[in-house]
């Protein structure tokens, strides 16, 4: 696990929000921890790291793109190749949004 803990990851703040262990999400979403680690591994997640003592940590919005990735899995049987895609469009159409309620508040 350690090598995948070097990758590109958020910096666990519990800041107000709420937060749910890996144990948690894999509860919630339906899906092994293995599942999970492995659509980190391949970028299609993006878990905060307490980096004391390396436990990963899920906010709303990260279980909610468990559950979209877990159902196009499911449901379309796409692989993770698709599933990267599919994620790297919908982060895109999403940073698209922000630059536009940007330009919409000039």
Do not use: C
Not at 42 to 53: K, M, V, W
Not at 82 to 103: A, F, G, H, S, Y
């Amino acid at each position: 696990m350690n090598d995948i803990l070097n990758a590109n990851h958020e910096v666990y703040d519990p800041s107000g929000k709420s937060f749910y262990s890996i144990e948690e999400a894999s509860q919630i979403v339906n899906v092994t921890r293995r599942t999970i680690a492995i659509y980190y591994k391949h970028g299609l997640i993006s878990p905060y790291i307490d980096p004391e003592n390396e436990i990963w940590w899920f906010d709303e919005e990260a279980i909610l793109r468990l559950k979209r990735i877990e159902q196009l899995r499911s449901v379309y049987n796409l692989n993770l190749q698709t599933l990267k895609l599919i994620v790297q469009l919908m982060n895109e159409v999403e940073r698209l949004r922000k630059e536009l309620r940007k330009l919409q508040a000039l």
